[in-house]
C-alpha cells in the first residue's frame, strides 16, 4: 500500500514539471517574438547636453478669486483747461441815465461822468475819474487806407471792390479810401487781425465798429460784386454776417459794438429789422449813430413825430435783451438856445423808450461842458411803466422817482400831472403843464 502511493506521488511531481517546462516555452517564444518586432523601431534620438529648463517648469495653479473685490482707482487730479477771461461790460444803467462818449480828447477837458468811452483818452478817464469805466477802440472795416491803395492795386486787386467801369470804389465817408471786399477770406482774417491787434495793443475792453456794410447800402454808385452787377441783397447781408463771425472768432472774449448798416436808426431798421436783428446778435450790442438827427442835418431840422417815434420804438426793441446798446444826438454850430432845447428833447426822448440794462446816451454838440449838465444826471430811477401817448398828444412814461414827458410835434400841448412834482432844480411845478414844439421835460418826485 505504501508503495502505490509513493509511487501515485512521483506521478504527480512529474506532470508539475512538465507543465512549468511548457509554460516556460511559451513564455519564451512570446519574448521572442516581442523582440522580433522591436527591432524595426529606431534608437532613442539625440538630446542635447544642456537641455531646455521648460522641461523643468511646473505649471502654477490656476489664479483664484479674491475674498473682497478690487478696489476702484482714486482718479489722478487734473488741472482744468484755462477759460477765457470773461467780458467786461459797463456799469448797469437800470436806475439812471448811462453816459457814454466818443469825444473825450482829455481827462480834463471832459467834466462829465462816463459808463464807457473809446480812445486812448478814455484810459486815463478810467485811471482818473471811473476804475468801472469800460474803454473800447475805434476800427474801420469796410476801406482801406489811402496810403494803402498803390500796394493793393499791385498785389492784391482782388482785396479792393470796383465800380462799374472796373474803377476803384471808395468809401462815401473818406473819398481817398479805397473800399475793401469784406466777401474775400483773406481780407476778412486781416480786418479780424487789426481789430485784435488794436484792442491788445491799447489795453481796450472790445472795439466799436461803426461802419459795416455802409458802403454796400448807397443807393448812388454802389460797388460791384462781380463784373458788372451790384451787390444784391443776399450778396450784401452773406458778406456782412461773413465779416461778423470773422471778427467775433478772432476775439470771443472781448466786446463788440456794431454801427452803420441797418442799425443807424428806426427808419434803417424799420427797412431790414429782422435782418438788422439777426446780425446784431452776432455781436454785444449796436450803436444808434444817428438818433432823432442826422448830424449833417439842419439843427433846426427835427423828424416829424412818426420818424421820431421809429426811433423811440427801435431803441425799445434794441435794448430790451439787455445788449449794450449806444445812442449818439449829434449837432455842432447850434446857437446856445437851439443846444439847450436839443439836449434835454434828446435826453428825455432816450428815457422814453430805453430797456435793459445797458443803454447809454450821447450827446455831442461839439463842447464838451454839456456833457456835465443836470439833466444827464437826473436821479430819475427806474421805469415803472412802458411809454404812452397822452389824449393831449404828448408822450409820457412814468419812474420810480419822477416823470418824462416830451412833445414831439410842431405844435404847443398841455396835459395836467396826475401828481405833485418838483424840477430839476428842486423847485415845485404847477400840475398843469403847457409844452412848445419838440421838448421834453424831466420832472422828479418831491
Not at 8 to 20: D, G, I, T, V
Not at 252 to 271: E, R, T
Not at 404 to 410: E, F, G, I
Request: with cysteine; net charge neutral.
Amino acid at each position: 500500500m505504501h508503495s502505490a502511493s509513493e509511487e501515485l506521488r512521483m506521478k504527480n511531481e512529474e506532470l508539475k514539471r512538465a507543465r512549468h517546462t511548457a509554460i516556460f516555452f511559451i513564455l519564451n517564444s512570446a519574448f521572442a517574438i516581442l523582440l522580433a518586432a522591436c527591432a524595426s523601431l529606431p534608437g532613442p534620438r539625440e538630446v542635447d547636453v544642456f537641455p531646455s529648463p521648460v522641461a523643468y517648469v511646473t505649471a502654477a495653479p490656476l489664479p483664484e478669486p479674491t475674498a473682497t473685490p478690487t478696489p476702484v482707482p482714486i482718479p489722478t487730479p487734473t488741472t482744468l483747461p484755462p477759460t477765457a477771461v470773461p467780458k467786461r461790460f459797463p456799469q448797469e444803467s437800470t436806475a439812471a441815465i448811462g453816459l457814454w462818449s466818443d469825444a473825450v480828447a482829455s481827462v480834463q477837458s471832459f467834466p462829465g461822468f462816463l459808463d464807457l468811452a473809446t480812445g486812448n483818452a478814455a484810459r486815463d478817464y478810467q485811471r482818473e475819474r471811473n476804475p468801472l469805466l469800460v474803454t473800447l477802440t475805434e476800427k474801420n472795416v469796410s476801406a482801406a487806407n489811402a496810403d494803402q491803395l498803390a500796394d493793393l492795386q499791385a498785389n492784391k486787386p482782388d482785396w479792393l471792390l470796383y465800380d462799374r467801369n472796373k474803377r476803384v470804389a471808395f468809401s462815401s465817408a473818406d473819398k481817398n479810401a479805397p473800399l475793401l471786399d469784406i466777401r474775400n477770406e483773406a481780407v476778412k482774417n486781416q480786418l479780424a487781425e487789426d481789430v485784435a491787434r488794436a484792442i491788445n495793443d491799447g489795453g481796450f475792453e472790445g472795439v466799436l465798429i461803426d461802419d459795416v456794410g455802409v458802403d454796400l447800402l448807397r443807393p448812388t454808385s454802389p460797388p460791384v460784386y462781380t463784373g458788372t452787377q451790384a451787390f444784391t441783397e443776399q450778396q450784401r447781408r452773406d458778406a456782412v454776417e461773413g465779416l461778423l463771425r470773422t471778427i467775433r472768432a478772432r476775439i470771443p472774449d472781448k466786446l463788440m459794438i456794431i454801427g452803420g448798416y441797418a442799425w443807424k436808426d428806426g427808419l434803417a431798421f424799420a427797412a431790414r429789422s429782422d435782418e438788422a436783428q439777426t446780425l446784431a446778435t452776432l455781436a454785444d450790442g449796436i450803436h444808434i449813430t444817428e438818433f432823432l438827427r442826422s448830424p449833417i442835418s439842419k439843427t433846426t431840422e427835427f423828424k416829424p413825430e412818426a420818424n421820431w417815434k421809429r426811433d423811440i420804438d427801435y431803441l425799445s426793441v434794441a435794448s430790451q435783451d439787455n445788449q449794450v446798446v449806444l445812442i449818439t444826438t449829434r449837432l455842432n454850430g447850434a446857437p446856445e438856445e437851439l443846444i439847450r432845447q436839443w439836449l434835454s428833447y434828446a435826453t428825455a426822448s432816450y428815457l422814453l423808450g430805453k430797456n435793459g440794462a445797458y443803454t447809454y446816451f450821447h450827446f455831442d454838440a461839439g463842447d464838451p461842458a454839456y456833457s456835465n449838465d443836470p439833466i444827464l444826471n437826473a436821479p430819475i430811477g427806474a421805469p415803472v411803466e412802458a411809454y404812452t401817448k397822452l389824449n393831449s398828444g404828448i408822450y409820457q412814461r412814468k419812474f420810480s422817482r419822477g416823470l418824462v414827458l416830451v412833445n414831439p410835434t410842431n405844435e404847443q400841448k398841455k396835459t395836467t400831472l396826475d401828481g405833485a412834482y418838483k424840477s430839476l432844480q428842486g423847485n415845485p411845478v404847477d400840475a398843469s403843464i403847457t409844452m412848445g414844439p419838440r421838448t421834453g421835460i424831466i420832472l422828479l418826485k418831491p
